[in-house]
């Protein structure tokens, strides 16, 4: 079937013809509404986008992607959707060198009239991060929650739109400055999710967060097998890189969990026990993982990874992603009983921000997993199981 594509579609004349239209309101770093309708002036983030300066940088090969120093008004952003348990995000860059099939993240290019396929080769550094985040909380922060009925500090979640410790990190030290100023702070809510080991970096001033405010830090680990990491998270650091982030980040006394998510049916889905037993000997507190959620802009790029990398199990993608971003409720109902299993065989405690929002809203759809297609799919070398 043909790919799906959103009835904004159309490329817009913006600087070096790599801009294209999205209408969406371009402040939010939470997922927004699925529905589209034709934009076509450069305005707000967009027309700073468009107007970004490109950013030295050191690094010389001929893979890097083009980085712009993007001149924002605030790094921290409200967020009020209910399928979330954070208010705030800090999103040091805009775009991720990692690269991930799967990112649902894409969809923030489009804010700038950019592409979702340039995510990965077009980054954007925030300027002035330090002295906007200082602003931000002492105009915008409250120390009672709403989502809490009142009795703790709104949460800040940082990482939630991209990875803030992606290579761009190293020279331009945008989340090391947000982190600076975080603890200077006390009695802040913040959490912290990455893929890459560079975190240690920072054990000093998250040991200083932590003495002060909660802080809680969330590695990613999606699967143990090298070459599959490679395949779906082409530039992130190896699984057993993350996982040694992990135990240096709890020998520090730093509170740390393992996100599995997302759980890609038919090819991670099988090793999550595994998973999950070398977070808890790495020495993660908490663990957690979630199906697979696809905005549009992301759905463009997986669905034809899928057809190419995975074709035998094309069909059953499409048939649930093609027009919705989820997973068929029935089928998620399944691995949330899973991973409540595996919590609970391994002592995991639950996430620190459990129950602070409502749980995602139904997907519309209810088909089964076709299993037979499931275990033919995958590419050699690769295994997998029906969902428990």
Not at 27 to 42: G, I, M, V, Y
Not at 121 to 143: C, E, H, P, T
Not at 361 to 385: C, F, I
Request: charged content about 25%; glycine content about 8%.
């Amino acid at each position: 079937m043909p790919d799906p594509k959103p009835e904004a579609d159309t490329l817009a004349q913006g600087t070096a013809g790599w801009r294209k239209g999205c209408p969406e309101d371009p402040s939010a770093d939470c997922p927004p509404s699925q529905s589209r309708t034709p934009h076509a002036s450069l305005v707000g983030i967009a027309r700073l986008a468009a107007n970004s300066a490109v950013a030295e940088t050191q690094r010389k090969s001929a893979e890097k992607p083009e980085y712009f120093l993007l001149p924002v008004k605030s790094i921290l952003n409200r967020c009020d959707s209910q399928r979330v348990p954070f208010d705030w995000t800090i999103n040091p860059y805009r775009g991720c060198e990692f690269g991930c099939k799967y990112c649902y993240a894409r969809y923030t290019h489009e804010y700038m009239e950019i592409d979702g396929g340039e995510f990965e080769r077009k980054i954007f550094v925030k300027q002035d991060a330090g002295v906007l985040l200082a602003r931000d909380i002492s105009r915008k922060y409250s120390y009672e929650s709403k989502g809490s009925g009142y009795t703790q500090a709104e949460h800040i979640a940082i990482g939630t739109a991209t990875d803030p410790y992606q290579p761009a990190e190293r020279e331009y030290g945008v989340t090391r400055a947000c982190l600076e100023e975080l603890a200077k702070r006390e009695g802040l809510s913040v959490s912290i999710i990455t893929k890459s080991n560079q975190i240690v970096r920072d054990i000093g001033v998250l040991r200083a967060i932590a003495g002060k405010s909660a802080l809680a830090i969330n590695i990613t680990v999606t699967t143990l097998r090298p070459r599959l990491a490679r395949l779906l998270e082409p530039r992130a650091p190896r699984p057993d890189l993350r996982l040694a982030a992990v135990k240096e980040l709890r020998e520090a006394g730093l509170n740390v969990g393992v996100s599995a998510s997302p759980l890609l049916p038919g090819i991670n889905d099988a090793e999550l026990e595994t998973v999950a037993a070398a977070s808890k000997e790495a020495g993660a507190q908490w663990f957690f993982s979630g199906v697979l959620f696809l905005m549009p802009a992301s759905a463009r790029q997986f669905l034809p990874f899928i057809r190419e990398k995975f074709p035998k199990l094309a069909r059953q993608y499409e048939q649930w992603y093609a027009k919705n971003g989820y997973a068929p409720e029935e089928y998620r109902k399944k691995v949330s009983e899973r991973v409540r299993q595996i919590r609970e065989k391994f002592g995991f405690a639950s996430r620190p921000w459990e129950g602070m929002r409502a749980s995602m809203p139904p997907a519309q759809m209810s088909l089964g997993w076709d299993a037979r297609a499931v275990g033919q799919g995958l590419p050699e070398g690769h295994t997998a199981s029906a969902t428990r």
